[in-house]
Nanobody, 112 residues
Framework: VQLQASGGGLVQAGGSLRLSCASS??????MAWYRQSPGKRRELVAD???????NYSDSVKGRFTISRDNAKNTMYLQMNSLKPEDTAVYYC?????????WGQGTLVTVSS
C-alpha cells in the first residue's frame, strides 16, 4: 500500500486548507491523519473507520473535518479556522490487514 499526501502549504491564521491522501489500492479499514511539529511527538489529529465513523482530537474538534471517498481511494482533511499551533507536517495513515502504512507527509504552515 502506498499513500500520497498532498495539499499542504502556507496559510494565514483563520484560513483554510484541504489535505488529500490518495491510496494505491482500496482500503476498507480505518484511515487517519497525524501531525508532528518540531520537537514534539507525532499526534493523532483525526481518524475515520471504513463505515465512516469519525474521531477527532480535542485541539481540532469543530474546526477540522475528516472524510473519505472509497470510490477514489482517497481520504481528506478539511481544515478551517487554522491557528499557528496547527503548523506541522501532516501524515496520513492506514491500517491494512493489521499493518500500519504511512504517507510521506505534507507541510502545513500557519502564519500569525
Amino acid at each position: 500500500v502506498q499513500l500520497q499526501a498532498s495539499g499542504g502549504g502556507l496559510v494565514q491564521a483563520g484560513g483554510s486548507l484541504r489535505l488529500s491522501c490518495a491510496s494505491s489500492r482500496s482500503i476498507l479499514g480505518t484511515m487517519a491523519w497525524y501531525r508532528q511539529s518540531p520537537g514534539k511527538r507525532r499526534e493523532l489529529v483525526a481518524d475515520i473507520s471504513g463505515a465512516g465513523f469519525t474521531n477527532y482530537s480535542d485541539s481540532v474538534k469543530g474546526r477540522f473535518t475528516i472524510s473519505r471517498d472509497n470510490a477514489k481511494n482517497t481520504m481528506y482533511l478539511q481544515m478551517n479556522s487554522l491557528k499557528p499551533e496547527d503548523t506541522a507536517v501532516y501524515y496520513c495513515n492506514a491500517i491494512v490487514t493489521g499493518r500500519s502504512y504511512w504517507g510521506q507527509g505534507t507541510l502545513v504552515t500557519v502564519s500569525s
